[in-house]
């Protein structure tokens, strides 16, 4: 026996709302994760400021000269800075191509 038109119109408003539903869904989850991988990426630049770009400025207007000691500490302190910005930015792309797949 086939449908009544108002059942299957009903039906049909159902499955649209259904797929609105989905459809917003993703964008919601598309938009969290875009905020998340920018986070990353702010964490990642204020590394590689705090640990690239304030030793280079602290070298160029230091009022005595660099010890050995302390050139080798600063090249210490700015390799770990850069090996984490570069992790977290890392890891900010993988969210952004996960949100996006």
């Not at 649209?16 to 630049?45: C, G, H, K, P, V």
């Not at 590689?48 to 160029?60: K, R, T, W, Y």
């Amino acid at each position: 026996m086939g449908k009544i038109p108002t059942e299957a119109a009903n039906e049909a408003d159902e499955l649209a709302a259904e797929e609105a539903a989905r459809a917003a869904a993703r964008a919601l989850a598309i938009e969290i994760n875009r905020f998340r991988a920018a986070t990353w990426d702010r964490a990642s630049t204020s590394f590689l400021a705090g640990g690239f770009v304030g030793p280079v400025i602290s070298f160029m207007v230091a009022a005595k000269p660099w010890s050995l000691q302390d050139g080798l500490y600063m090249v210490l302190v700015t390799g770990i800075c850069l090996i984490v910005a570069l992790f977290l930015h890392h890891n900010g792309r993988e969210m952004l191509t996960e949100a996006f797949k």
